[in-house]
């Protein structure tokens, strides 16, 4: 069945460091890839999306680019702020088939001043 | 337009006791879901429903069960709750395009003694 494989936290960073949370996923076809994130406390929003191969998502600073030929999605930010502190959720959906979101478990990460 | 909304936030149940989560949603979305997430597993889908008078099982259904007699509500039943079911809940819900975003509840914290 399909899979999503995040690496595993915590990631803890300083303010201003580059930020890579990497995200492989196994799936037949091609489907859309999500980031999710959760902040303390919180339910999980949508960051940013992809909905095919090529295509790079952005926002508020991160993005990630859809690799078909790796299988791929690795968030990125180039300059992390305390508040970017929050779990960090890898996920994708194909259109029908109940249209399931299939998520990783989730990294952790943490920005020290 | 207040998205996903769940009840109750926290909950303390006795081994054995019953009762349900509510969630509502207010975005006509046809695709409802519950997970539950516990520490270093990430979300586990429980129950899922592509509109009303359709649910399906997820990963992990034992001990849940749902009904979808509205597009708004999707309450999920625990029958005899047992320790293995503290956890957090989140209920979420959105369109049936493979890209559609997921909007998630607040969640809800349960706790079985």
């Known amino acids: 069945g399909d899979s999503v494989t995040q690496m595993e936290g915590p990631v803890t960073l300083s303010e201003e460091a580059f930020l890579t949370i990497n995200c492989t996923y196994t799936a037949t076809g091609y489907p859309s890839l999500f980031w999710y994130v959760q902040y303390p406390g919180e339910g999980l929003q949508l960051l940013l999306k992809a909905t095919k191969a090529d295509d790079k998502g952005s926002n508020k600073g991160f993005e990630a680019t859809y690799r078909k030929e790796t299988t791929s999605f690795h968030l990125e930010k180039g300059s992390v702020q305390v508040s970017d502190s929050a779990v960090y959720f890898c996920a994708l959906s194909f259109t029908g088939g109940g249209n399931k979101l299939t998520f990783g478990t989730g990294t952790q990460l943490k920005v020290e001043l | 337009n207040a998205g996903v909304t769940q009840t109750p936030k926290f909950q303390v149940l006795k081994t054995g006791q019953s009762m349900t989560l509510q969630c509502a949603q207010d975005?006509?979305?046809?695709?409802m879901s519950w997970y539950r997430q516990d520490p270093g597993m990430g979300l586990r889908l429980i129950h899922y429903s592509v509109g009303a008078g359709i649910t399906d099982q997820g990963e992990v259904p034992n001990g849940y069960n749902v009904s979808r007699s509205t597009t708004e509500d999707f309450p999920l039943r625990l029958l005899s709750a047992a320790p293995s079911q503290t956890s957090v809940y989140f209920c979420a819900s959105r369109g049936l395009a493979g890209d559609d975003e997921q909007y998630f509840g607040p969640g809800t914290r349960l706790t079985v003694t």
């Open positions: 975005m006509n979305h046809e695709y």
